[in-house]
């Protein structure tokens, strides 16, 4: 059987190293679709790195409040088109001192902090009332920019965790109130089922309240901006708080 580069069965492919098998048709697939041998590892090391086009960042001028940089920042993912330019990963760590990590969406940032919802019962919302302290990363590859958050996090009063949840699509507040976040599920079907009386109930009594949704802020104990520049490397800058200021300091790459 002949597979070609990314198709899901050349992972199952026997082959023979150094010798590519004919093509099919001549000229045919095109790069960067070819027939290839390369290793895994060689792949990657050929994937393009940032463009010649990144934004300028000039540390010198950078504004003494973070919160100024960082809505800058997000507002230059918006307008580059970036999808999803407001996730981030988020960063526990569990009873074990092991590290935990997943996608979320920034809700907001606050005069407080930046602010993400979830569900009250699953791994992060037990990692995170036992240890409360987190890191936050936003990468905006198309702009070659990086931001780093740690600090502490606090769960937000019920009203503002009632107030995220009203404003959410049905569906999503109908799958926030189905099971246990991060337990195992047993029947992809029987959730289904479950998902669709679950939307039928929002529908039908919206103001009702998920319980287990909450809202959550990462206070900033530092904040790092990362930005690659086009043949001047990569500029690392670390606010840090102290008081009501933010003295800010270059770190090296
Ligand atoms: C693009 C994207 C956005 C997501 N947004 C959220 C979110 O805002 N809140 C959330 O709890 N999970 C969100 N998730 C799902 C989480 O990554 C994760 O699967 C889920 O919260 C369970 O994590 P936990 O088991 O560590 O608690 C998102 C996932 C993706 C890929």
Not at 143 to 154: C, N, S, T
Request: glycine share 4%; net charge neutral; aromatic share 8%.
């Amino acid at each position: 059987m002949k597979a070609y580069a990314r198709s899901p069965v050349r992972a199952n492919r026997v082959s023979t190293p150094g010798v590519s098998p004919p093509s099919p048709i001549d000229g045919w697939p095109p790069a960067p679709y070819s027939l290839d041998m390369t290793s895994l590892r060689e792949r990657l090391r050929a994937l393009p790195t940032f463009g010649a086009d990144l934004p300028l960042f000039d540390p010198d001028t950078a504004p003494a409040d973070p919160d100024e940089l960082f809505r800058s920042w997000l507002d230059d993912a918006i307008s580059a088109g970036i999808r999803f330019p407001h996730a981030a990963t988020l960063a526990t760590t569990d009873d074990e001192a092991r590290p935990d990590a997943r996608v979320l969406i920034l809700k907001d940032l606050t005069p407080r902090g930046y602010e993400f919802a979830t569900r009250t019962d699953g791994a992060k919302a037990h990692q995170l009332e036992a240890h409360p302290d987190a890191a936050l990363v936003f990468f905006w590859s198309e702009l070659g920019r990086q931001v780093r958050v740690r600090g502490e996090v606090h769960r937000a009063a019920p009203a503002v965790s009632a107030a995220d949840d009203a404003a959410r699509a049905p569906h999503a507040r109908a799958a926030a109130r189905l099971g246990v976040q991060s337990m195992p599920l047993t029947s992809r079907t029987d959730y289904i089922a479950a998902f669709e009386a679950e939307a039928r109930a929002v529908l039908a009594d919206p103001a009702s309240p998920t319980r287990t949704w909450a809202v959550h802020t990462v206070v900033p104990r530092t904040i790092e901006f990362f930005a690659s520049t086009p043949g001047a490397g990569q500029i690392r800058l670390r606010y840090r708080r102290d008081g009501e200021s933010w003295p800010r300091e270059l770190l090296w790459p």
